[in-house]
T-cell receptor, first 113, second 114 residues
């Protein structure tokens, strides 16, 4: 099946630093999404990307849909303690009877105040 | 508006026992999904309901897993008999539109099989 390689696995940064994480796939997706999971909660959608090359921002978060449709990255600027959590990328191809998300293994982010 | 709710939040059972997980989607969401995350690994798709019908159950590991959504409202996922490798966090999600990938997740059920 399709697999996503998400890196890095974990990051430990100081408050105020910028963060970058990325996801690559061996196959094409027509939608890329980024979710964040806080401790004890379920994943929450941060950004959805629907067009190759698209660059989308949500506050301090910026994500891009790679031009090859096989990768995406997420940047967080000026990190704050509440950015702590697990960030998941997900690829999605809608159509037929298949509407499932393929997730990466997640990036665990720790922010030191 | 209430989000996706799951019950129980934690379940600890012994190998061979039966466990039933429940999910109440956001009201009006026809699409309901079950996903599972084994510790340290990716979140994996189990199945997808559209109203009461199973749209895609390709991710169900084996016939020890049974999902139902009678009446197209809440859903249950039963594991019988449970095995050690079934341990993990089971997430339920719902969405009003299946074509965008925008899912609303519940907080999950942490299942531990001993």
């Amino acid at each position: 099946g399709q697999q996503l390689n998400q890196s890095p696995q974990s990051m430990f940064i100081q408050e105020g630093e910028d963060v970058s994480m990325n996801c690559t796939s061996s196959s094409i997706f027509n939608t890329w999404l980024w979710y964040k999971q806080d401790p004890g909660e379920g994943p929450v959608l941060l950004i959805a990307l629907y067009k190759a090359g698209e660059l989308t921002s949500n506050g301090r978060l910026t994500a891009q849909f790679g031009i090859t449709r096989k990768d995406s990255f997420l940047n967080i600027s000026a990190s704050i303690p509440s950015d702590v959590g697990i960030y998941f990328c997900a690829g999605f191809n809608s159509g037929g009877s298949n509407y499932k998300l393929t997730f990466g293994k997640g990036t665990l982010l720790t922010v030191n105040p | 508006e209430a989000g996706v709710t799951q019950f129980p939040s934690h379940s600890v059972i012994e190998k061979g026992q039966t466990v039933t997980l429940r999910c109440d989607p956001i009201s009006g969401h026809d699409n309901l999904y079950w996903y599972r995350r084994v510790m340290g690994k990716e979140i994996k798709f189990l199945l997808h309901f559209v109203k009461e019908s199973k749209q895609d159950e390709s991710g169900m590991p084996n016939n020890r897993f049974l999902a139902e959504r009678t009446g197209g409202t809440y859903s249950t996922l039963k594991v019988q008999p449970a095995e050690l490798e079934d341990s993990g966090v089971y997430f339920c999600a719902s969405s009003p539109d299946r074509g965008l990938g925008k899912l609303f997740f519940g907080s999950g059920t942490q299942l531990s099989v001993l």
